[in-house]
């Protein structure tokens, strides 16, 4: 399990990842407006005093103060007071926003995974998607609540300061603004290596998690494998490339931001020194010098922690990107309004299809598969493993798309039937269903909200294939652990069949869905599901033969293609390849 490639992080992204986090402000323009007033309040405040220094230091006025020395401080306290009301709310206000946007990004990205085309999800791993929910979906509040904030309060302070500071003296504040503008020009090199280091560590950093999650979820895999020592090792060579990874952001940021400041600070006292000798020559008052050298030194301290700050904010873009590149939900195609399954079972009909998976695009698993499925029938696919039943069954859900021919449901191509209608009126259920950690019922009426229990519990006993259900303490309360750990393998599958019943569907799509059952249990299975849906049509994909000996007609899938078809006697008398399983099985 290595880490996947890394692409650079570019200037392109970078500017698609701004307009991602301007986008997320957007909504919240007017607490923005008050943050920015607490915000220019708290800073114009600091940038006062070296004035007042100046003013104080003036022989002219230095009498005056010493006359109302009580009204000159408590004009100070007042400002303080004013200064730390602006703070709070500042604080308040960019803390909250940041909260709120993290909630947004968390609910966005949780819709914009969840509606993606399935073979997505083939690409993906679902513990690296956690990670960036998480982990990397986390930097956008840190960047919100105190890097803006940071960045913006002095970013005030150095145009201001820098305003004040020209208005005594333009000579050596253009001297400052000029070293400062080469400086900004080096530090664009720098930035472009903090992103691509802060992508790799973020990148790593949820490889590393993704690890975790996998071997904490198969813990008892790895114990009976006896591979502790295995997982082990690979857990501490990737957790040395986070290491590593975090090791190189932080070099390149210190470098960055020491380097800036010790440049800085030069900078300042070579201009420092033109000011004395220009006091020394008389050109300048010594009060003014005073006041600009605190006014250099508060755009020179703003200016370093806008350095180290941009910094930051460009690491956060870095990691955000991860994010924002699954943003957008994507649409479906192919919705249209017109209903194509009507009453009753629809009729399938697959004409020369070939199909191969998006992520092994030169493999054909279907090809030329010939399949006709009247309306209403039961159909029992057969085949050796890796034939591609399932696959048949994933392109009839839609999950993918063919490459050549056509599949149609009651005469209409199945690219033209929209996914609510497919969703509402066909039931799946695979051979290793899903359950989630909630309650027997919660899993039960996934995907049929309206349903509560007094509808279902009466019907569901009548089925008389739950009641181990109804024999656990909690019944249908009981919670279940991850994926339904608490339940054996068959009884999964019986409570995902009553899932897919309870849905009432027009064609119910069944994968390998009675592997776990005994012959007697799935005997009354089947004939409950006939029953309850007496018009649909069922696909039954099986290897076994007690599966689909009952079916109206008997498909022989091999190589993704169908060999043989006809009902369970038929193919038994042609002596082919299902008179070959029905021997092995030992089915009368
Ligand atoms: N998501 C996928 N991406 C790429 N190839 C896949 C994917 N799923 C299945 N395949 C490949 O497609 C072929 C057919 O697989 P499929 O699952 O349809 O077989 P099957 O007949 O259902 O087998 P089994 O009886 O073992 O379930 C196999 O060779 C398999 O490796
Ligand atoms: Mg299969």
Redesign the pocket.
């Known amino acids: 399990m290595k880490t996947s490639t890394r692409p650079a992080f570019t200037n392109s992204q970078a500017t698609r990842t701004l307009g991602h986090v301007l986008r997320l402000l957007q909504p919240y323009q007017s607490r923005i407006a008050f943050a920015l007033v607490a915000l220019f309040v708290g800073s114009s405040i600091n940038l006062i005093f070296p004035e007042v220094i100046r003013r104080a230091l003036r022989p002219e006025t230095f009498s005056l103060i010493l006359d109302r020395l009580p009204v000159f401080f408590g004009l100070l306290a007042a400002l303080f007071v004013v200064q730390g009301g602006a703070f709070f709310l500042r604080s308040l206000l960019f803390g909250l926003l940041g909260q709120h946007v993290y909630d947004d990004v968390r609910k966005r990205l949780y819709t914009s995974v969840l509606s993606k085309e399935i ?1 997505f999800f ?1 690409h993906h791993r679902s513990t690296d998607l956690a990670a960036r929910l998480n982990s990397d979906a986390a930097l956008i509040q840190d960047l919100v609540s105190v890097k803006l904030s940071v960045i913006l309060r002095y970013g005030v302070q150095v145009v201001l300061g820098t305003v004040l500071m020209a208005w005594m003296s333009w000579r050596m504040t253009f001297a400052i603004v000029a070293s400062v503008v080469c400086m900004v020009a080096i530090s664009g090199i720098f930035a472009r290596k903090l992103r691509a280091a802060s992508r790799l560590f973020q990148t790593s950093l949820a490889t590393l998690t993704s690890f975790a999650a996998e071997s904490f979820g198969g813990a008892k895999i790895i114990r009976a494998l006896g591979a502790e020592d295995e997982a082990l090792s690979s857990f501490v060579a990737q957790s040395t490339e986070v290491l590593e990874a975090g090791q190189g952001r932080v070099r390149i940021s210190a470098a960055f931001s020491s380097g800036a400041s010790l440049l800085l600070n030069v900078l300042l006292l070579g201009v420092v020194w033109y000011g004395v000798s220009l006091v020394l020559s008389e050109k300048l008052p010594l009060s003014d010098l005073a006041a600009f050298a605190l006014y250099g030194s508060i755009v020179a301290v703003s200016f370093a922690f806008l350095v180290s700050s941009y910094a930051e904010v460009v690491q956060s873009l870095g990691g955000l990107d991860r994010v924002f590149e699954l943003w957008d939900p994507i649409q479906s195609k192919t919705d249209t309004t017109t209903e194509v399954i009507g009453e009753g079972g629809p009729a399938l009909l697959c004409t020369d299809v070939t199909f191969a ?4 695009p030169e ?1 054909a ?1 279907l090809e030329g598969l010939h399949l006709s499925i009247p309306g209403g029938t039961i159909a029992g696919v057969m ?10 069954v ?1 392109l009839l859900l839609k999950f993918y798309g063919h490459q050549k021919g056509s599949i149609t449901i009651n005469g209409q191509s199945l690219l033209d039937i929209s996914n609510s209608e497919l969703r509402t009126k066909v039931a799946w259920v695979p ?1 290793d269903p899903l359950l989630f950690g909630v309650s027997i019922l919660d899993n039960l009426t996934l995907g049929t909200p309206r349903g509560t229990r007094e509808d279902i519990e009466p019907t569901i006993r009548a089925w008389g294939f739950l009641d181990f259900v109804f024999n656990l303490p909690e019944g249908l309360s009981t919670i279940l652990g991850e994926h339904g750990a608490q339940l054996s393998g068959g009884q999964r599958q019986r409570i995902a069949i009553a899932r897919a019943l309870l849905r009432q569907p027009h064609l119910l799509l069944l ?2 869905a009675t592997s776990g059952l005994d012959s007697d249990l799935e005997d009354k299975v089947l004939a409950t599901i006939r029953a309850v849906l007496p018009k649909a049509t069922i696909v039954i ?1 099986s ?1 076994r033969l007690s599966s689909v000996r009952g079916a109206d007609t008997v498909f022989l ?1 091999n190589e ?1 293609r169908v060999v043989e078809q006809g009902t369970h006697d038929e193919l038994k008398q042609a002596g082919g390849l299902y008179a070959h399983y029905t021997a092995r099985q030992a089915v009368g």
């Open positions: 073979e083939d998976y998006p992520t092994r493999c698993v085949g050796p493993s890796g034939a591609g039943k399932s696959s048949i994933q051979q994968d390998e994909v290897h899938i993704g």
